[in-house]
């Protein structure tokens, strides 16, 4: 395995893009990355995308990717693993890298959500579930999460404003975040008096429906450091693992197995603890994901996931920041993006390019954890500034 390191990145500002297309938004962020890498030439793409079929009619990523990133002929490959599309991309095109087949690879990730009505986003969505044994019983995300959120509150008394303060940070991170779908803070009380979506998960208990695409370069170390003067983010950890697709299948219902293992199999591969990592983007697709994911990291003990979110240790100032971008809350949750999306943060927080009021003192090591489904699959990667 060769050292890989990620030398370009790009990312649209996200939301509800009426007057952008699936393909504008690819176009979009490769180009943005193609150029912050000074290059114009990849030998692959790996795009990672959930589902263009249901929300756009359009499938075969794995062309109209180069094809509107202006790189054909090289292949394009689409990888699906529902909302960890993006991380997984990002790992297979490290894997390329890393492997000798190719010394610069493009990961992308992109959802165009909004072209359908709500319910025609919940069922596309749904279909990350199981659909006999869930969707068929009229379980949908959110619903499954506020299982999750039930069941961690009774068995380690994670309380209400515990889950609202997820929101309430990193809506204040987000605000801070320039390409962010939703600018806005927001207080305890306007979380848990939002319109109930899946008790007790309120309207901003949930990550959003939002447009958006985002992509990285990825370059053998050889060869970044006579391409690029910026400093080199280094890949130095990577992990993958699945769970069972039904939450009821689960040995747990309130941890996180996968995100566990492929956090340990990332750690282990960079020779680093939790505790070496300076910040991590998390997959807060609901605010009790975060809780369960932080615990699931080692950042917050299994069951105090809760007091470590409303004591600050994953605030902006706090000891472990977690989501400074905003996080899936804020930011907005483009599906097949997201994984790519936290790539692209944790690269401009390690080279001092955040924006300003979000940019941390200490950014040396992050960790981005992506998820698909009620946590059926994980995908963790930890960067390192050179
Ligand atoms: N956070 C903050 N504001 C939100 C929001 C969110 N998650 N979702 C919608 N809004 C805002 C909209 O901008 C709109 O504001 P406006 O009236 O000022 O224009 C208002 O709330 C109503 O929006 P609407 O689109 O009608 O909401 P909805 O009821 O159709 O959808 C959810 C709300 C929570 C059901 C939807 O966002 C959702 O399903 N989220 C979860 C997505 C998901 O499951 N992702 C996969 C995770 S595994």
Known sequence: MRDVAVIGVG?????????????????QSALMALDDAGIEEVEAM??????????????????????????CPVPGTRVESACASGGAAFRSAYMHVASGMADIVMAAGVEKMTDVDGGGATFALATAADQEYEVYNGV????????????????????????????VKNHYNGAKNSLAQFRMEVSLDQVKNAVMVSDPLTLLDCSP????????ILCSMDKAKSLTKKRLVKVIGSGHASDTIQLAQREDLSSLKSTAIAAKQALDMAGRKINDINFAEVHDCFSIAEIMVIEALGIAAQGKGGPATADG?????????????????????????TGVAQIVELTKQIRGEADKDRQLKKADIGLAQNMGGSGASSVVHILEGM
């Not at 995308?49 to 929300?55: P, T």
């Not at 429906?209 to 990285?216: F, L, M, Q």
């Open 11 to 27: 990312m649209n500002k996200w939301g509800e893009l009426w007057e952008t297309s699936l393909r504008d938004l690819i176009a």
């Open 46 to 71: 790996y795009i990672g995308c959930m589902s263009s079929g249901l929300f756009t009619d359009q499938e075969h990523l794995g062309s109209m990717g180069p094809d509107y990133s202006g790189i």
């Open 140 to 167: 949908t995300f959110p619903g499954l999460y506020a299982m999750m959120a039930n069941h961690h509150m009774k068995k380690y008394g994670t309380t209400r404003d515990q889950l609202a303060q997820v929101s």
């Open 209 to 216: 429906i939002t447009d958006g695409s985002a992509a990285v």
């Open 313 to 337: 240790t994953t605030a902006m100032t706090g000891k472990f920041p977690v989501n400074v971008s905003g996080g899936l809350k804020s930011k907005g949750h483009p599906v097949g993006a």
